[in-house]
């Protein structure tokens, strides 16, 4: 990987780095002893400011000055990500050394423009995405075809960066794995999954793609070489059509929360199955009457562990449908009253992560009713009416914990340190 650090904040040159780039907006002059491998880029300032002598590139942004010097002309655009044909076309025109485009990207299809445009450019080029799920192409130096790639030091110039030394440790070659969903400002998997990778010395990054559909979402896990990506509301169902085969775990519950890139051909697993079972070890499910609250992919695997473990199973949602259909797949009852009679209550849906109402009225729990709500990381509502009626309560930390660590062993093959992500997570 070839990084070239860039400074957003006029702090002393970084001893080491393979390439600078300083930045007029904020330098007030060119520092001395820049290389040929350098870049200054102007950032709309008076290019007389370029010191004669200097023998690096320069961006000149859009315009068309200083011809005869060394130049990279870059397009931004801070509001979206062009197709590939319109990238093509606005980096092919012109005689500079280097073209460079940089864009808001928001989706799974925004970067796979940036990809196909990478591949379809017949000029040396920097294409780059802005943004959170824009960092992979950050990263993926020698997949896009890259010149260089840019890493911070001081304070970031663009949202979405590394810093230099970070860039310069991962290398081209690193792991890449993630999480899919939308929203995703509230997930704990990249702490908790970076702390496993860090303890079993895996050199890589657990990056958030927050997308708001899955169009191209196959295309952007093979051509990024993404090895795996757990996948979460809303999500686990619609992945499926994306995916070349399902574990037969995955196949029963009929959603999917993790996807394994095994060399291009994507293998979709359940690991959440295996987390609602860690999180109620010791209880006597087969003796238990349980209510599930929702119909989503979540809800799916918590009704299949349950009915797999001999619980009586209810299921109520807000989708009437969806729950007649959960019921008949999985020999489930259909609810649509309270909580009375159940030994144990589990909230699937993302009430408590976002505004909402239960589909269940809560409010009549009692002490003997063991609660298990999936949202982690803050009260709800839910734990807090059953913590202060005296039921045993669980929030979806220890769930998160174990899917977490099943994901693990099939990104990489070996097992995770558990302690570790738990101490993350908390």
Known sequence: MRVCTTYGSPVPLRKGAEMHEVR??????????????????????????????????VDVGESDVLRGRRRIRSFHDFSRTPSSEEIVSMLS??????SKGAFAAGSFADLCSILDASRALGRRHVLLGMGEIGMVTRIRQSVLGNEFTFGYQGEPTA??????????????????????????????????????MRAAGINGRYLVFDSPDLDRFEDFVRGYGVRGVNVTIPYKRDVIDQIDSLSSTAEAVGAVNTVVNSGGRLEGFNTDVTGVVRTLEGCPLREWKALVMGSGGAARSAVYALSDAGSEVHVSGRNRDAVKRLCHEFGAHAHSGGTEGFDLVVNCTPVGLVEGIYPSDVSSLRPEQHVFDMVYGRSTSLLDLARSRGCPAKDGTDMLVAQGAESFRLWFG?????????????
Do not use: N, W
Not at 24 to 42: K, Q, Y
Not at 93 to 98: A, L
Not at 176 to 183: L, N
Not at 414 to 426: F, G
């Open 159 to 196: 949202p979405g960066q590394l810093s230099a030394e970070e860039m310069e440790s991962l290398g081209d070659g690193c792991e890449i794995v993630g999480i899919v969903g939308h929203p995703l400002s509230h997930t704990r998997s990249p702490v908790m999954q970076e702390a496993a």
């Open 24 to 57: 007029l907006d904020v330098f007030d002059e060119v520092p001395p002893g820049l290389g040929p491998e350098s870049v200054v880029t102007l950032c709309g300032k008076d290019p007389s400011l370029v010191p004669e002598g200097f023998q690096g590139l």
């Open 93 to 98: 025109s012109g005689d500079q050394e280097v």
């Open 414 to 426: 070996r097992d995770p340190d558990v302690r570790a992500m738990r101490e993350a997570v908390l």
